[in-house]
């Protein structure tokens, strides 16, 4: 008999995930105050376990805290992209390094199967714009398998939390797809140096497809902050 063991979330656990969740899809906006007790009638959690999440999310440099004034959800800048973006490229690209150097035939297998759904998820998209958050997901797992056989979960970890914080910012600002951009195929470009083994090549790709988001990014989040 196979038994399946569930791994019961505590109530900061759960204030956690729902709160980073919310703040990075943009549902808290930048600058926002978290009041306490909205947040307990929001997600139906205690203040003792939304304060502990909150301090936890402090230190992934999503929620400030400022005293008597309490918490508000970080900002945003140019600036701060461009930071994030420079860390993420580093970790990702020292994970797809060591991804390639270490990966077998099942990790090989996982990136194109990755792509595969991202594929089909865009294609949805074209069809139905509400299929946007699959679409969002299948990315996220396309660059996490890239990374899959770095062998450092730390490593990898950091990774995604860069990931997720350059995330953030391409929600914020409503950012299309330009139609002078082909993604599908700067993901292909990647996945296709990667099962070449070409790392060089891998890692320069994605710091390409990295720093064209960036700048798209950037000039949206310029043009919000000075309106004609």
């Not at 990374?147 to 910012?169: C, K, P, T, V």
Request: aromatic fraction near 4%; charge should be negative; proline fraction near 2%.
């Amino acid at each position: 008999m196979n038994v399946v063991q569930t791994v019961e979330l505590t109530d900061t656990e759960r204030a956690f995930n729902a709160l980073r969740r919310a703040i990075l899809h943009g549902d808290h906006a930048p600058g926002e105050k978290l009041k306490m007790e909205e947040l307990k009638a929001r997600y139906g959690l205690g203040a003792s376990p939304l304060r502990e999440a909150l301090a936890r999310l402090t230190s992934e440099r999503l929620v400030a805290f400022n005293g008597g004034r309490g918490f508000r959800v970080t900002g945003v800048s140019v600036e701060d992209l461009q930071e994030i973006a420079a860390v993420r490229k580093l970790l990702e690209g020292a994970a797809l390094r060591e991804s390639i150097a270490r990966g077998g035939d099942e990790w090989e297998a996982g990136i194109v199967a990755a792509f595969h759904r991202l594929g089909v998820a865009e294609k949805r998209v074209l069809e139905d714009s509400s299929a946007m958050d699959e679409c969002e997901a299948r990315n996220r797992e396309f660059h996490q398998n890239l990374m899959a056989a770095a062998g450092s979960e730390r490593l990898i970890q950091l990774a995604e939390d860069m990931y997720d914080q350059h995330e953030r910012y391409r929600r914020l600002s409503r950012l299309e797809r330009s139609p002078s951009r082909n993604v599908h195929e700067e993901h292909k470009a990647i996945m296709n140096a990667a099962l070449e083994r070409n790392a060089d090549l891998a890692a320069r790709l994605n710091d390409e497809h990295i720093d064209k988001t960036t700048q798209r990014v950037s000039q949206m989040i310029a043009e919000m902050a000075h309106p004609e």
